[in-house]
């Protein structure tokens, strides 16, 4: 099915022209969007003719609480932008703080973000086939996978308290350093996640429901992807071969082996395989992580006076205590170049930038988030125009659109 | 305490080869270049802005457009524009980036749209229009996106309050008998 690039995903027909078409409202409250979003869906027949997302039911303006809160209590409300992956999202935030900073980050500390970043792809992947999957009526699928999500939101309970909204980073470091319990459940989860894989794979690789639900659908060419703006999985389905943490390594992705999956024929199924794929090459990222996590401190030393220093020391030393209030107090805090910084990392869904500029003082004057949920849900209409009505659930789930994400 | 680096002025050869066509084409007073961290910024004149980013695309291989995005330098320390629009491009092949950014002022809050050369302009440009009232002429559908239709402000301008103006008291209410 050819896209029609030339024109706005707002006017494909000129609809006054066919009173036969009709309109079908889709969403805002529907089981198969997942999250609170609207398409207004122009049929003829069972053909879609024409899609307009209607977006904005989310909105909460996490850009605008951004210029109000500091560069270490915004990351809670980054938790609630894709909360999925919330940890990428902690990540992908003080990563843009920390280059605007010029802060360069301890070992240790860059490899327990990879690890969970990578965790947090997991999870996030494993949601996106799930609920892809259930909404195409597989159901035991989206059973196999959250069941593996369930493993993760433990792992993740154990580092931070928390299981969904992780607000695990702080500027310079993180909240608290892991211990050896965490080691051990990571061991344990990266021991048994292939078979659950494995498992998964034999549900839907070859499911012919599966199969003729996502081959063929929602086709993305390459010049396509690139156009517009398309990044992470699904430019990867349609052969962008692009990855920020092999293209501009960040944290501690140098030192790893692993591969990009990339395939070439860009529909659903695509996708689903790139994901799936990209399990697998997390799982093998964790594995050399956890089993070379450096020694030493998780956060940068205490005399640069940008980071909070722990607990212990805030208790025990008068450096600590003094810094503590330095960076809490109203009227002192951080005091950052006068300048803007954008910076990105690969989050699950694709590119996650935060532009970021600074007035000076540790409240961001603006913090743009650059979301992929945003990105890719404006190629929707060019993906599902010319399909049957019962396609719109594939392509959405194959595009994984967090609604939270979207509207911020 | 260790001061942050501050912004460093590359010599004319560390230039990279796509900068030197810019300038070579536009002329070193109408673009300007700096440098912050690893982000390259083009600081070009606002009629320019469609003619630079189509030279970077057709020309300089930046095949995608990664963000759209403003500031509003209402109280920002020693700023002399209002707004700013900044336009984030990627080389897929070379993995380059660039920060292309014009200033405006009110009332002529007008900026040529890229959407005839990347689509995914479309929905980001709408978004800051409907953030901060920059129009982008030539936008096909240049409408709110995120805020519903009739809302008045751009709140995501300095004097819009962080609470708002009270938009959320004044819209009509539907009732169940109403509806």
């Not at chain 1, 009709?22 to 409250?29: A, C, E, K, S, V």
């Not at chain 1, 199969?211 to 052969?239: F, Q």
Request: with cysteine.
């Amino acid at each position: 099915m050819s896209t029609e690039l030339g024109q706005s995903t707002q006017s494909p027909v000129d609809l006054e022209q066919k009173e036969y078409l009709w309109t079908l409202n889709f969403g805002p409250q529907h089981p198969a969007t997942h999250t609170t979003l609207r398409l207004i869906l122009t049929l003829d027949g069972e053909r879609v003719v024409d899609a307009v997302p209607d977006i904005g039911y989310l909105h909460s303006g996490f850009e605008k609480l951004g210029e109000h809160l500091d560069y270490n209590q915004y990351v809670v409300v980054t938790d609630r932008m894709n909360y999925i992956s919330p940890l990428a999202n902690n990540v992908a935030w003080h990563h843009a703080v920390e280059k605007l900073l010029g802060i360069e980050l301890t070992p240790r500390c860059k490899y327990i973000r990879t690890i969970l970043a990578e965790l947090a792809r997991i999870s996030d992947h494993l949601l996106c086939v799930g609920a892809a999957a259930l909404d195409l009526g597989a159901m035991t699928a989206f059973l196999y996978a959250f069941n593996q999500r369930e493993l993760l939101y433990e792992i993740f309970e154990l580092v931070c308290g928390a299981r969904f909204t992780t607000s695990y980073t702080r500027v310079g470091g993180l909240m608290y350093d892991v211990d050896d319990r965490f080691i051990e459940r990571v061991r344990w989860f990266v021991r048994q996640f292939p078979k659950a894989h494995a498992d998964l794979t034999r549900l839907l690789n070859r499911n012919r429901i599966f199969v003729d639900r996502t081959k063929g659908i929602g086709v993305l060419s390459k010049e396509d992807a690139i156009n517009l703006g398309c990044t992470g999985p699904v430019a990867r389905a349609s052969g962008v071969t692009r990855d920020l943490r092999k293209d501009q390594p960040y944290l501690a992705y140098a030192d790893f082996d692993f591969k990009v999956p990339c395939m070439t024929s860009g529909d659903c199924y695509a996708r689903y395989l790139v994901r799936m794929a990209e399990m697998l090459e997390s799982l093998k990222i964790v594995e050399q992580a956890i089993e070379n996590l450096p020694p030493g401190p998780v956060n940068v030393d205490v005399g640069t006076r940008l980071v909070l220093p722990d607990k212990p020391q805030v208790y025990t030393t008068i450096e600590g205590l003094i810094q503590q209030f330095e960076v809490i107090m109203s009227n002192r805090g951080f005091s950052t170049p006068v300048d803007e910084c954008y910076a990105a990392i690969e989050s699950p869904n694709g590119e996650l930038g935060f532009y970021i500029v600074a007035d000076g003082s540790d409240v961001a004057y603006r913090a743009r988030c650059r979301p992929p949920s945003f990105i890719h849900f404006a190629v929707f209409p060019y993906l599902i125009r010319g399909h049957n009505v019962s396609d719109v659930v594939a392509v959405l789930g194959s595009l994984n659109i967090i609604a939270a994400e979207l509207d911020r | 305490m260790t001061e942050p680096t501050v912004q460093t002025e590359q010599t004319q050869d560390e230039q990279p080869a796509f900068v030197r066509k810019v300038i070579d084409r536009f002329g070193a007073d109408r673009v300007s270049m700096s440098v912050f961290r690893d982000n390259l910024r083009l600081i070009v004149p606002r009629e320019l802005s469609y003619e630079v980013l189509r030279f970077l695309k057709e020309e300089c291989g930046f095949d995608m457009l990664v963000d759209i995005t403003a500031v509003d330098y209402l109280y920002y320390p020693k700023a002399r524009d209002r707004f700013g629009v900044i336009w984030s491009l990627l080389n897929t092949a070379t993995n380059e980036r660039v920060f292309v950014k014009a200033f405006l002022n009110e009332p002529d809050l007008v900026v040529r749209s890229v959407f005839d050369l990347w689509k995914a302009a479309d929905w980001l440009e709408r978004e800051v229009y409907d953030m901060f009232g920059i129009r982008f002429a030539g936008h096909p559908n240049l409408r709110r996106i995120l805020l519903p239709d009739e809302f008045t402000a751009f709140p995501l301008r300095k004097d819009y309050p962080l609470r708002g103006r009270g938009e959320r008291h004044n819209f009509r209410r539907l009732t169940r008998e109403q509806s």
